[in-house]
T-cell receptor, first 112, second 114 residues
């Protein structure tokens, strides 16, 4: 089974802090994704990566950056956290042979 | 370009009655279509997928969906709802190729009454 893990289930940070959300997969998938999920808005793509050191902006990249130094790890960075970044953050990988995504359990981030 | 519309933000049923969650899509390619389920405070789990084989797709937990190209629909059904089916359901469309970027619907919250 594919396993996607996220470093924290719950996180509380203060406005202006730099925040790192880590995602690790164990299935050697090239594509990885970061989404945020808000009630009534579904999942919105922040960034995705299709290879090591390669990244593409999604629909809502403002205020975020990403890092992919190793194939199994994809990090989301909030350079200066703001209250409107309070949300659920979901990481996913994709098996290109089946077009199927696999999701981590999510990190619920609260910015005070 | 591709898009997906889930026609209902909430669906409420009684336990033991049928479930219908509606999804319409548009895609410039031959699409792959998925339904994912998310239980409270959990990540998303794949329910079923259509990838140009049989148009009637069976998934886990008794769910199934039918791909109708003429109606650009991929509705999710279950003959008899259980309390454990209460969750958020997402319809997803994707194209094919190396730059796979799926598009999510906004989700349908399924409420199951005893």
């Amino acid at each position: 089974d594919v396993k996607v893990t996220q470093s924290s289930r719950y996180l509380v940070k203060r406005t202006g802090e730099k925040v790192f959300l880590e995602c690790v997969q164990d299935m050697d998938h090239e594509n990885m994704f970061w989404y945020r999920q808000d009630p009534g808005l579904g999942l919105r793509l922040i960034y995705f990566s299709y290879d090591v050191k390669m990244k593409e902006k999604g629909d809502i990249p403002e205020g975020y950056s990403v890092s992919r130094e190793k194939k199994e790890r994809f990090s989301l960075i909030l350079e200066s956290a703001s209250t409107n970044q309070t949300s659920m953050y979901l990481c996913a990988t994709c098996d290109l042979s089946t077009d199927t995504q696999y999701f981590g359990p999510g990190t619920r981030l609260t910015v005070l | 370009a591709q898009s997906v519309t889930q026609l209902d933000s909430h669906v409420s049923v009684s336990e033991g009655t049928p479930v219908l969650l509606r999804c319409n899509y548009s895609s410039s390619y031959s699409p792959s279509l998925f339904w994912y389920v998310q239980h409270p405070n959990k990540g998303l789990q794949l329910l079923l997928k259509y990838t140009s084989a049989a148009t009637l797709v069976k998934g886990i937990n008794g769910f199934e969906a039918e791909f109708k190209k003429s109606e650009t629909s991929f509705h999710l059904t279950k003959p008899s709802a259980h309390m454990s089916d209460a969750a958020e359901y997402f319809c997803v469309v994707s194209g094919k190729g190396g730059s796979y970027i799926p598009t999510f619907g906004r989700g349908t919250s399924l409420i199951v009454h005893p």
